[in-house]
């Protein structure tokens, strides 16, 4: 029976075995099939993203929406491959570790081992060959996946500086066929410099993004350490795997970095060649000889070609006319009128408000005067721009927005119009504001009546001639005429310029002499600043005669406009300048009310009112400056765009070693340190005030931890700051540690002083202004050095004190947490003094005294009984030290003023008497005695001294001491 069962459950087990193998190796089989498909999956998305990657072309915002979306997607699909990476390596341990049950094929001196064992090891080995397969794989395709990630980081970058590296290449290839371009070179030059320009702003900001992300990918690299020796033991494959993609991180945007740094050297220097192209093609036509103005060579072609352009101008006069006529209908007349009506309302309401202002201008003596005329200069000058340029202006944008034009005329010929006219009565504007001929009172410069109107006159007649040659040269270029237009233009525009100077020169010799106080000033007393522009006038003219007379029509040109353009400019920053100056600093510091207004508006003091309007006042006439600078550079091929990339090295940064200082980081570390510094007061002024005195600790523990938790802020916002700076807490070991060898070679005096110093400054236990009480000596605190610090005493003498006296020694600040300040003045008086009286009198004299604080209020005492007077104290607190002397002084008159009103006697002040001279009759003896043996006469004894009530006796005659 036994047999029989053991032989049946062997049967069972077998046909199991039979059935669960197949079962088990199609499970297997399976499972790896599976992870074959998830990985699939992950492939073709991980293939689309590359697609999709190389279909970026540009960096718009559709660009960058697609690069998002694709970010996503690599990140998804490489968290999908890692956990698929996890699942397949815990599938193959526990096939391994199958494997290993089952154990290796046995040795050839073995017993034979079942087919079972044999095909099981077979299928775990089979197994293991699929999942490692599988794992290789999904290794790669993370791999791919950290690759595109990488890729998708670097493409904006990589698009924009292939896009600049293309356009400069075009720019060059430009260049070098800048000489056949005839006529049409500056136009070229100048869409070439805009190219540039363009360029280097987009490089500049790739170098400024890029530079940041190498930087932090160069920091995660140095956390991660660098790769193992052989001899080390291995680390884990995340890490490997992570080193792996940072650095090839590092090195695509270090590579980027390098490649933007040459492109943008490229674009300075291509930059600079333009620059130069323009300049020779300035100079060439400048220097561009030709006949004279009064020979008949110059004026034959003029003559013959100056009825083709007549005939152009003809055609395109009736082309217009035609298509006004086809263009007039209801809308196109409904659009013009309403742009002409808007901008007239528009220029109306403005020239109203304009008029409005200059009639409200404060003429006030408080009122600064450089103020007020400059402030109606600028709105002198703003309401002429608003009549005829501004008319203008709106009627070519109502032909424009009507199309009763065709486009190509208001191109061609509007925008000249403006220009013209901007020009023309810019200059009349500018003249206008700054002679100030209504308002003499409010001229700024030193002119006369009589010189006024002259001058007004003739800037009147050059701005006509300005603005009428720029309508010609407008005219003249639109029409493509001959180039011989062109010249006789420009020697009639000379030629205007040369007969109105010299007419406003010769009116001037005949200007009637200046009257200062009654007497009239000698012609060379009679000089002042604007004399210098006579000068320079007739070398003007001189040199616009003899380059007409040469042939130079250009230069003759040049020499009339850029001196006018000159003295515009410098005239024009002036204004400004003054406008700016009087009204941040003499109209805002001179009222009082207006500045405390300011200060409570914004919350600042008035003192700090100030210094912010000062400040801003030099910062904005900088801007100023300097923008005129650049203007006047322009007409010279100087721009202000070559300057940029020097601002921008400068601001971003420059390599020093292996540091880089930039003043970006150094303002932005400033911000970082104030801001923690402000938010560590916050904190430690609410645990002083709120949260500490709510506790059950003492007073004394409660400010060390204050105080604490304040060194603990400050710590933190100086290390946030160097940080941001760029200096590293080893270079500032390797500076301690050279300061501490140096204090080891005798420098512990200077160190000690030093730091002394930096206390003083941080802690601020003394402050400039001070009186205090040290060494000895009391004075003023005139200045805190990092070494010693200055005291003026009361005599005016300076007292250098090093610093370490004043925080080792003991000083006495007399206006520490206020200036206020204690006098006390004591007054002897007779015993019939009425109390009450004395006191009335005495509180009478501290009343209604500004200097005296009415809290504590003044108080009298009667401090002393004495043995012939009552002391009486009068005690008065002062709002400032400083006036102690001359408040004891007017109190003491006011006190001995009342006294004698009130008939109250003081009593008198007997000198100190000396104490009793007591001479033993022993003593005496033997001084006599003595002297006999010497033969001297011996001297007298002192004389006993009298009482203290009575006056001393009258000398009595010396006598010899008996014995």
Excluded at 304 to 325: G, I, Q, W, Y
Excluded at 939 to 944: G, K, L, V
Aim: with cysteine.
């Amino acid at each position: 029976m036994h047999r029989f069962v053991s032989r049946f459950a062997a049967f069972w087990c077998l046909l199991l075995a039979l059935l669960v193998a197949p079962l088990a190796a199609s499970a297997q089989d399976s499972s790896a099939a599976a992870f074959q498909n998830t990985l699939t999956q992950d492939r073709k998305e991980l293939d689309e993203v590359a697609s999709g990657l190389a279909t970026v072309k540009d960096d718009g915002d559709a660009a960058q929406l697609t690069l998002q979306r694709l970010r996503e997607s690599v990140s998804r699909v490489r968290t999908d491959l890692v956990t698929l990476q996890s699942n397949v390596l815990a599938v193959r341990d526990s096939h391994r570790a199958s494997f290993d049950k089952i154990g290796p094929p046995p040795k050839p001196a073995d017993p034979p081992e079942s087919k079972d064992v044999t095909e099981a090891r077979s299928r775990e080995q089979a197994t293991l060959d699929q999942l490692s397969g599988v794992m290789t794989d999904i290794q790669d395709q993370v791999e791919r996946a950290d690759t595109l990630a990488n890729l998708i980081i670097v493409q904006p970058f990589l698009m924009s500086f292939n896009a600049d590296k293309k356009a400069l290449d075009d720019v060059e290839a430009s260049l070098a066929s800048i000489a056949s371009a005839g006529d049409s070179a500056s136009q070229t030059l100048q869409d070439l410099r805009a190219k540039i320009d363009a360029a280097r702003t987009d490089l500049t900001t790739v170098q400024t993004t890029v530079i940041p992300l190498r930087d932090a990918s160069q920091s995660r690299l140095k956390k991660l350490g660098p790769e193992p020796k052989p001899t080390d033991p291995p680390e884990s494959k995340d890490i490997t795997d992570t080193r792996r993609t940072e650095n090839a991180l590092f090195t695509q945007l270090a590579e980027i970095v390098t490649k933007t740094q040459y492109q943008a050297a490229r674009a300075d220097d291509l930059a600079n060649a333009v620059t130069e192209y323009q300049r020779e093609l300035i100079t060439g036509r400048l220097l561009k000889g030709g006949d004279s103005v009064f020979s008949r060579s110059f004026w034959k072609p003029v003559i013959r070609k100056a009825p083709e352009a007549v005939l152009r101008a003809k055609d395109m006069a009736v082309t217009s006319a035609l298509h006004f006529t086809h263009a007039v209908n209801s809308t196109s007349i409904a659009i013009f009128l309403l742009t002409i009506a808007a901008g007239y309302v528009v220029a109306q309401f403005l020239r109203y408000r304009i008029m409005r202002w200059q009639a409200r201008l404060p003429r006030k003596k408080k009122t600064s005067r450089r103020y007020v005329a400059s402030l109606d200069a600028v709105l002198g000058l703003v309401y002429t721009m608003l009549r005829v340029p501004c008319a203008v202006c709106v009627a070519v944008l109502a032909f424009r927005f009507s199309s009763l034009l065709p486009v190509y005329v208001i191109d061609e010929f509007g925008w000249d119009f403006i220009r013209a006219t901007l020009v023309g009565f810019g200059l009349w504007a500018l003249a206008r504001a700054i002679l100030a001929k209504e308002h003499s009172d409010l001229r700024l410069l030193p002119l006369s009546d009589w010189a006024v109107r002259r001058i007004g006159r003739r800037m009147g007649w050059m701005a006509l001639v300005l603005g009428v040659s720029q309508l010609l040269d407008g005219f003249i270029k639109s029409l493509h005429a001959d180039a011989s237009l062109t010249v006789a233009r420009d020697a009639v525009t000379a030629s205007l310029f040369i007969i109105i100077t010299c007419s406003l020169l010769i009116r001037l010799r005949s200007a009637p002499p200046t009257v200062v106080n009654g007497q009239v000033l000698s012609p060379d007393e009679d000089i002042n600043a604007l004399d210098i522009l006579r000068p320079i006038s007739w070398v003007a003219v001189f040199v616009m005669g003899v380059c007409l007379i040469a042939g130079y029509t250009a230069l003759a040109v040049a020499a009339a406009v850029l001196p006018l353009l000159l003295i515009c400019i410098i005239a024009a920053s002036y204004l400004l300048t003054t406008l700016v100056d009087s009204a941040l600093t003499d109209n805002l510091l001179g009222d009082t009310e207006r500045r405390r207004a300011i200060s409570r508006a914004v919350g600042i003091s008035s003192k700090n009112v100030s210094f912010s309007a000062t400040l801003l006042s030099g910062i904005l006439r900088l801007v100023i400056i300097v923008a005129a600078v650049l203007t006047l550079g322009a007409p010279f091929g100087f721009y202000s765009a070559d300057m940029l990339p020097a601002v921008q090295r400068a601001y971003f940064g420059f390599q020093i070693g292996e540091m880089t200082i930039s003043p970006s980081s150094i303002l932005a570390g400033i911000f970082l340190f104030v801001t923690i510094w402000g938010v560590t007061r916050l904190i430690r002024g609410w645990m002083s005030n709120t949260l500490l005195p709510r506790t059950t600790l003492d007073a004394g523990l409660q400010n060390s931890i204050a105080t604490i938790v304040g060194y603990v802020g400050v710590i933190m916002a100086i290390s946030a700051s160097l940080s941001e700076i760029g200096l590293s807490l080893q270079n500032i070991a390797y500076v301690a540690s050279a300061l501490a060898v140096g204090i080891g070679f005798g420098l512990q005096a200077i160190v000690n002083n030093f730091v002394s110093g930096l206390i003083l400054l941080a802690e601020r236990p003394i402050r400039v202004g001070d009186i205090i009480a040290a060494s000895g000596e009391e004075g003023f605190v005139r200045r805190i050095s990092v070494r010693a610090t200055e005291i003026e005493t009361f005599d005016r003498a300076t007292l250098i004190v090093p610093n370490s006296l004043l925080i080792t020694g003991v000083v006495k600040n007399w206006v520490y947490g206020n200036t206020w300040s204690r006098l006390r003045i004591v007054l002897s008086l007779g015993y019939d003094a009425d109390v009450d009286a004395v006191r009335a009198a005495m509180l009478g004299a501290a009343e209604d005294d500004p200097r005296i604080l009415p809290s504590p209020a003044p108080r009298v005492f009667l401090s002393k009984l004495g043995d012939a007077a009552l002391e009486f104290e009068l005690v008065v607190v002062l709002a400032s030290m400083e006036t102690q002397p001359a408040v004891k002084s007017d109190l003491l008159i006011r006190i001995l003023k009342a006294f004698r009103a009130k008939g109250i006697r003081m009593v008198a002040q007997l000198p100190a008497v000396p104490p009793p001279v007591v001479v033993s009759l022993e003593e005496a003896l033997g001084v006599v005695e003595v002297a006999k043996m010497r033969g001297d006469k011996p001297a007298a004894p002192p004389p006993a001294s009298p009482p203290a009530n009575k006056a001393p006796p009258a000398a009595a005659p010396a006598t010899k001491a008996s014995p």
